[in-house]
């Protein structure tokens, strides 16, 4: 699949990114490259094959979820640079800047 400038220039606008001169052309060639792996992958014949889980053989061990209250709703609230009755304040993230 061919890269062209303009999608380096869209996925550039949706992961919020700027691309100019060199570095829009490497990664338009980064990409070309990775989409060519990835092409390369799929010829591979995987009948049979199971799918892999863990990299090793070594199981991650996890302890017991188990429900406590460490500290008070009060507590927590105590040193909060913002609150608002039983909540925290916390600036607005959606909508921002486009």
């Given at each position: 699949?061919?890269?062209t400038d303009q999608?380096?220039?869209n996925l550039a606008k949706?992961?919020?990114?700027?691309?100019?001169g060199?570095?829009?052309?490497?990664?338009?060639k980064d990409l070309e490259n990775i989409l060519e792996m990835c092409e390369k992958l799929s010829t591979v014949n995987t009948d049979?094959?199971?799918?892999?889980?863990?990299?090793?053989?070594?199981h991650t061990i996890l302890r017991a979820d188990s429900i406590s209250?460490?500290?008070?709703?009060e507590?927590?609230?105590?040193?909060?640079p913002k609150k608002d009755s039983d909540f925290f304040r916390v600036p607005k993230v959606i909508g921002g800047n486009e």
């Open positions: 699949m061919k890269i999608t380096v220039e949706l992961s919020r990114l700027k691309f100019e060199d570095d829009k052309e490497n990664m338009r049979g094959v199971e799918p892999l889980i863990y990299m090793t053989d070594s209250q460490e500290i008070t709703h507590e927590a609230l105590k040193n909060a």
